[in-house]
């Protein structure tokens, strides 16, 4: 089982149906993070099925989000003092023709990748995971 079919295990969108089809497409989208949504989805109905689902009242990106915080709050809480870093460096690959797969920094630009804006971790480097500051509770 993959980390984010774990962390996804507890999503809750108010019907089994929906916490389903959110674990599966958010699984295809994070095995294929550079795809498009058609492409990951592998055909056209599991592409209907997940703009369905996106456009489905309960599903917000609070809602789906939910459980990956919970999740990251509980690994955070492991440790006495935890480094909420705010870091908005792009890293260009311009020139890099032997790096894999690097995505468009933006429309204009060249390849490259925008790291997460907000990595939670302990002082001596254990990444605890990707997580909003406000919702650590500090």
């Known amino acids: 089982m993959s980390a984010l ?30 795809l498009s949504l058609p492409s990951a989805c592998g055909g056209w ?5 997940a703009y369905r689902l996106f456009d489905h009242a309960a599903v917000s ?4 989000l ?7 709050v509980e690994r955070i809480r492991e440790h006495p003092r935890v480094l909420c870093i705010e870091d908005t460096s792009e890293l260009d690959y311009t020139g890099k023709n032997d790096i894999q797969g690097p995505g468009p920094l933006n429309y204009e630009s060249p390849p490259g990748a925008v790291p997460a804006s907000h990595p939670g971790g302990h002082p001596r480097s254990v990444g605890a995971g990707p997580a909003p500051c406000p919702h650590l509770g500090a």
Do not use: F, S, W, Y
């Not at 507890?10 to 389903?20: C, F, P």
């Not at 109905?45 to 099925?49: F, I, K, N, Q």
């Open 61 to 64: 990106a609070e809602a789906v």
């Open 66 to 72: 939910a459980p990956h915080i919970a999740c990251t």
């Open 5 to 34: 079919v774990a962390e996804l295990a507890d999503i809750d969108l108010g019907d089994v149906r929906l916490n389903r089809r959110a674990r599966r497409v958010l699984q295809r989208l994070g095995e294929k993070p550079m």
């Open 45 to 49: 109905g599991e592409t209907r099925a």
